[in-house]
């Protein structure tokens, strides 16, 4: 049992892997039909698929905290293997994805074959902003006990992980408002900018369920499960937006 928390964090990089993988099948390919002719097919199930296993890794990530503290089995080693875990499934993978989604715009513009892969790049810089946060995170874990400082970077993983499922849904036009290229710039700036920011953020578990400790958590959970119904996959940024107005108003007793 003393190896569960560590089997759960590799079950984490494991669905990260994964994603990556279908992330990177995510492109328009040429197919030859019986009938002889060639058609463009798009690969937005690709990506939708690779979001489903980022949700995976998430859940993977917060089982193995839950299991290390029920088991009370801590190391140096489970410690670094979460983080490496962690900059795969909700930095790299989610790099990925912006990748794609910006190639796609670029690719739909009359000068699609003179863009330069320089333009995508800006993508990566949520995995190298969310290494920069877990190292933050490690080195002063004491100063974290009751919220984090900077926004976790799974938060950041899983609202990228919407994304493909915003364009694949469009949920009140927002598939198509992704589609732009300097959105999808505007939301990399943003998102790193959380990650290294001084902003402390409510962890989703309370440190005590009284009322005065865990009022924000309670919110969030009702917002989102009233959002659920109404809004469907757009319920997920929605309470990725309340959770830092939240955040910015919350002040631990």
């Known amino acids: ?40 097919v798009y690969g937005t199930q690709q ?4 979001s489903l296993f ?11 905290g839950l299991a290390a503290r029920a088991l009370k089995v801590y190391s140096p080693i489970g410690k670094d293997l979460d983080s490496l875990a962690d900059v795969v499934s909700f930095g790299v993978a989610p790099s990925m994805i912006l990748f794609k989604m910006l190639w796609g715009t670029y690719m739909s513009q009359p000068n699609a074959m003179d863009v330069p892969m320089l333009a995508m ?12 946060r877990l190292a933050r995170f490690n080195t002063t874990a004491t100063q974290q ?9 799974p938060a950041v993983g899983l609202f990228i992980a919407t994304l493909p499922l915003l364009n694949w849904y469009n949920p009140l036009g927002l598939g198509t408002l992704l589609q732009g290229k300097w959105t999808l710039y505007a939301i990399i700036g943003i998102l790193c900018w959380l990650m290294v920011s001084g902003i402390r953020f409510f962890k989703i578990i309370p440190a005590s369920f009284k009322p005065a400790y865990a009022w924000p958590q309670l919110l969030l959970i009702v917002v989102t499960a009233v959002a659920i119904p109404l809004l469907h996959v757009a319920a997920i940024p929605l309470a ?10 919350y002040k631990q007793p």
């Not at 790049?121 to 920069?132: D, K």
């Open 1 to 40: 049992m003393k190896h569960l928390p560590n089997l759960l964090t590799l079950a984490n990089l494991f669905c990260g892997c994964i994603a990556i993988a279908f992330i990177l099948n995510a492109q328009p390919f040429l197919a030859n039909f019986s009938n002889g002719e060639q058609y463009w």
């Open 47 to 50: 990506a939708y698929l690779g």
């Open 54 to 64: 980022i949700f995976a890794a998430a859940i993977f990530d917060m089982f193995d």
């Open 121 to 132: 790049t800006p993508a990566f810089l949520i995995a190298c902003f969310g290494a920069l």
């Open 145 to 153: 006990k009751s919220s984090f400082i900077g926004m976790p970077i």
């Open 240 to 249: 990725f937006i309340v959770y830092i107005l939240l955040s910015l108003v």
